[in-house]
């Protein structure tokens, strides 16, 4: 079993304990599936696959054939079976172990050369959704590893029809495209034949249920099209196909390594696409390409700390309090390791809500990510962000260690920066955003050690960045912590101010009055909101160089509960 990094939190035991125990059962990081209204059907490779036509024997060795694979969502709202079965013992696909980020894939193979037939599976149960021309999003990640990129599909809803009958036969494929018997759709992306890609797409009900109309995502990057011919989608009552060609009799079939595959019967928001989207990118650590390239020169800064800089905002308040950060900010990516200290590898994705705690949570990032980009329209923004919730500075952080949390901050920040040499995008490094030390508070020695330990932290950072005077800019943490656990709050505090004070390079965000969730503890959706306009306003006063006219006024509306720090001379 995989080890999965605790999720911590300060004055959250039980919750932390919930957590982890979701963790073990399903698979960190990213393990729960943020959206499940009108979730039609959920196969994971990592649960329930199983080599027997009973459904009795699960797969567990790598090479084992698999007989039947069953959706997650048995024996909760589903009154149909929807499992995938193999037609017969030659067309049973592989299990495949540890294929991707330790986690196991269903693999299909074309022209199988130990039986000469090609591996594909149906679904045994009934149509997916109410009707054959209802709203879908359905979102695949997988590897295309051969065959044909147009004809045969990944997946297929109505796939078992004998029949062409008009719209039918929804064919997602590694082109990227959508094939329907009449019409297509096809899209300036391709799954290529190396790496797993996720590939989401959406089609809205009728009377719009259209190719024409049709959205597809590669990775998390909306696709533009590059053909269409038009056609009303209606997939009529029959199941589902994994990897096959289409007909009652299909030949033709793709070789494919499948990971997972989530199908709704809605039209998702950019929202609860973009959560389900981070779900699977940070579960199966996805190299997901979130820059467009050629693109601006890009603008990098680094987010580190504890809880309160992963987040725990909730999504469903921004529709009141940010309506404007409620969606996908396509000027600014992110890098982030999910509250996970062994997840370095994320990928960039467009920044959106669902990257804090969880795929309903959100951090400070939001509303500093937009912030920035206001301030410099000239650049693409890119944030990595690596946190890990009831962490300490003392060790854990110490970059003289060096602890655990640094070297895994040290390691997402090279993966990210490499990333970006590797797609030739210049960048230059903008700074650093520091949300911790309630953990340190909590303990004599490590307080005392905090001015010491902070100011090893900001050279270290400096120093890796190759930029004397970073600018760094510290979350002060709040008075308002409970006094009987955070028993040095004020030493901790101190050690902040007088850092600040002496180096014309460092801010300070004064967070006491920012709003809190009940624990006194943990920022709610309005203080993270406040705490990410902060640090920008922070930030913009100490810049190098100076912001744009634009990014002055984006200061100076954002200066409201921070202390201005402005370069000497």
């Known amino acids: 079993m995989r080890q999965c990094q605790s999720v911590r939190g300060e004055g959250t035991s039980i919750l932390w304990l919930l957590l982890v125990i979701a963790c073990v059962a399903t698979s960190c990081p990213g393990a729960t599936l943020p959206i499940t209204d009108n979730l039609r059907l959920w196969l994971r490779a990592d649960a329930n696959v199983y080599t027997d036509v009973n459904s009795t024997i699960e797969a567990t060795a790598d090479g084992q054939l698999v007989a039947r694979w069953h959706d997650q969502l048995v024996g909760t709202d589903n009154t149909i079976d929807n499992l995938a079965k193999a037609s017969s013992s030659n067309r049973q696909p592989t299990y495949r172990l540890d294929a991707i980020n330790g986690l196991p894939v269903v693999q299909f193979i074309n022209d199988n050369s130990d039986d000469n037939e090609d591996d594909f599976m149906n679904s045994e149960g009934g149509a997916l959704l109410s009707s054959g021309d209802a709203a879908r999003t359905v979102f695949v990640v997988a590897r295309h590893n051969g065959g044909s990129e147009s004809s045969p599909a990944i997946f297929e809803l109505n796939g078992q029809a004998g029949g062409n009958t008009t719209?039918?036969?929804?064919?997602?494929?590694?082109?990227?495209?959508?094939?329907?018997?009449?019409?297509?759709?096809?899209?300036?992306?391709?799954?290529?034949?190396?790496?797993?890609?996720?590939?989401?797409?959406?089609?809205?009900a009728t009377?719009?249920?259209?190719?024409?109309?049709?959205?597809?995502?590669?990775?998390?990057?909306?696709?533009?099209?590059?053909?269409?011919?038009?056609?009303?989608?209606?997939?009529?009552?029959?199941?589902?196909?994994?990897?096959?060609?289409?007909?009652?009799?299909?030949?033709?079939?793709?070789?494919?390594?499948?990971?997972?595959?989530?199908?709704?019967?809605?039209?998702?928001?950019?929202?609860?696409?973009?959560?389900?989207?981070?779900?699977?990118?940070?579960?199966?650590?996805?190299?997901?390409?979130?820059?467009?390239?050629?693109?601006?020169p890009v603008k990098v800064f680094f987010l580190g700390g504890q809880s309160n800089m992963v987040g725990q905002g909730a999504n469903a308040d921004l529709s009141t309090l940010a309506p404007t950060l409620n969606g996908t900010q396509g000027d600014v990516v992110i890098w982030h390791n999910g509250d996970d200290n062994s997840n370095t590898t994320s990928g960039w994705v467009?920044?959106?809500?669902?990257?804090?705690?969880?795929?309903?949570?959100?951090?400070?990032?939001?509303?500093?990510?937009?912030?920035?980009?206001?301030?410099?329209?000239?650049?693409?923004?890119?944030?990595?962000?690596?946190?890990?919730?009831?962490?300490?500075?003392?060790v854990e952080w110490n970059p003289n260690g060096p602890g655990p949390l640094y070297s895994g901050f040290l390691e997402s920040v090279s993966n990210a920066l490499g990333a970006l040499d590797a797609d030739g995008l210049n960048y230059d490094i903008g700074g650093m955003f520091w949300m911790q030390g309630e953990r340190d508070s909590r303990f004599t020695d490590m307080a005392a050690n905090y001015q010491d330990n902070l100011l090893d932290l900001i050279a270290a950072v400096r120093s890796e960045a190759g930029v004397a005077d970073l600018p760094f800019v510290i979350g002060r943490i709040s008075e308002n912590l409970p006094d009987a656990t955070y028993t040095e709050e004020d030493i901790v505090r101190a050690a902040m101010d007088a850092i600040a004070a002496g180096d014309d390079q460092v801010g300070l965000v004064d967070t006491d009055s920012f709003g809190l969730k009940s624990d006194s503890v943990h920022f709610n959706s309005a203080g993270q909101l406040a705490l990410g306009e902060a640090f920008a306003a922070q930030y913009l006063a100490i810049a190098i160089p100076e912001p744009t006219t634009a990014g002055l006024l984006v200061m100076s509306m954002l200066a409201i509960g921070t202390r201005t720090r402005r370069r000497a001379g």
Not at 181 to 196: A, D
Not at 250 to 273: C, F, K, T
Not at 353 to 381: N, T
């Open 350 to 394: 467009k920044l959106a809500p669902g990257q804090g705690r969880s795929g309903s949570e959100f951090g400070p990032e939001l509303a500093l990510g937009r912030a920035l980009a206001d301030a410099y329209p000239d650049y693409q923004i890119a944030l990595v962000k690596h946190a890990v919730g009831g962490t300490n500075l003392d």
């Open 167 to 204: 719209g039918g036969q929804y064919r997602v494929t590694p082109e990227v495209g959508l094939r329907v018997s009449g019409g297509y759709r096809l899209y300036n992306g391709s799954m290529g034949t190396s790496n797993f890609r996720m590939i989401s797409m959406q089609t809205p």
């Open 207 to 296: 009377p719009d249920n259209d190719t024409a109309l049709t959205l597809a995502w590669l990775d998390g990057i909306e696709l533009s099209a590059t053909d269409t011919l038009s056609q009303a989608v209606n997939t009529g009552t029959s199941g589902y196909r994994l990897a096959g060609g289409t007909g009652a009799n299909p030949g033709g079939s793709i070789s494919a390594d499948i990971a997972e595959i989530i199908v709704y019967e809605s039209e998702l928001s950019d929202v609860d696409r973009a959560a389900v989207e981070s779900y699977l990118s940070t579960k199966y650590r996805l190299n997901t390409q979130a820059i467009d390239n050629p693109a601006k």
